[in-house]
């Protein structure tokens, strides 16, 4: 099993700047990788960025590219999502998430955002 605890957010103004960290704790050797994710009001999850087990390889969804980096941190199991620019659509929960080799399987408890306009 693979806990997955997640910090940050908050509120903050249009273009304004938060991180969100995670870590992932116990059966770590079995993941693959990390990502964030954010569920807006009224609308379906969707994928914001990932990032593999090696912290080499990242992906960013079109939407926040150029705004938002997910990184590792020095802490084993620890990744961050440097949110840069904000705007009020970015508002959402979003939830960390450890993958296994088929899914995202264990999911941290999610953190709101909210960019006021």
């Known amino acids: 099993q693979v806990q997955v605890v997640q910090s940050g957010g908050g509120f903050v103004q249009a273009g304004g700047s938060l991180r969100l960290s995670c870590t992932a704790f116990g059966r770590t050797s079995s993941m693959y990788g990390m990502g964030w994710f954010r569920q807006a009001p009224g609308k379906v999850q969707e994928f914001v960025a990932a990032?593999?087990?090696?912290?080499?390889?990242?992906y960013h969804t079109d939407s926040v590219k150029g705004r938002f980096t997910i990184s590792t941190g020095n802490a084993e199991n620890t990744v961050y999502l440097h949110m840069n620019s904000l705007k009020p659509e970015d508002t959402a929960v979003y939830y960390c998430a450890a993958r296994s080799s088929r899914e995202y399987a264990y999911w941290g408890r999610g953190t709101q955002v909210t960019v006021s306009s």
């Open positions: 990032i593999d087990r090696n912290g080499t390889t990242t």
